[in-house]
């Protein structure tokens, strides 16, 4: 019988940035998440290229992330997912729940925020 402890070990699989959020491909791979799909987690400390190993913090760390937005929004913003792994202050599909508030503003596509998460309850299938 194997034990699991702490994260997977994982390898991009394509191209990755920090900030983005990622699910589990095949193969223990990491990929984008989709604006449906909320994802395992976010690319932690760097840009990775295919095959690298991949540092990543979880949907249930205890803190704030830095997340990848995906334009600009204020401070305090409710987050939503949105497409190649990033978040945005704008709904990618109607009845989209929250699933964090902005700690900083973005100034604009690809800058890199502090967020605090709410975990997500449910998921896609």
Do not use: C
């Amino acid at each position: 019988m194997s034990k699991f402890h702490g994260r997977p070990r994982l390898t991009a699989g394509e191209a990755l940035l920090q900030g983005q959020r990622i699910r589990l491909g095949p193969n223990k791979t990491a990929l984008l998440a989709t604006d449906t799909d909320p994802g395992m987690g976010f690319v932690w400390e760097n840009d990775l290229a295919v095959g690298d190993e991949v540092n990543s913090l979880p949907w249930t760390f205890e803190s704030t992330v830095r997340a990848r937005a995906a334009g600009a929004f204020l401070e305090s913003a409710p987050l939503y997912l949105a497409a190649s792994g990033l978040v945005d202050d704008v709904q990618a599909n109607a009845g989209d729940p929250v699933i964090g508030y902005a700690v900083e503003a973005s100034t604009g596509a690809g800058d890199v925020v502090e967020v605090q998460l709410i975990p997500p309850v449910t998921r896609n299938s």
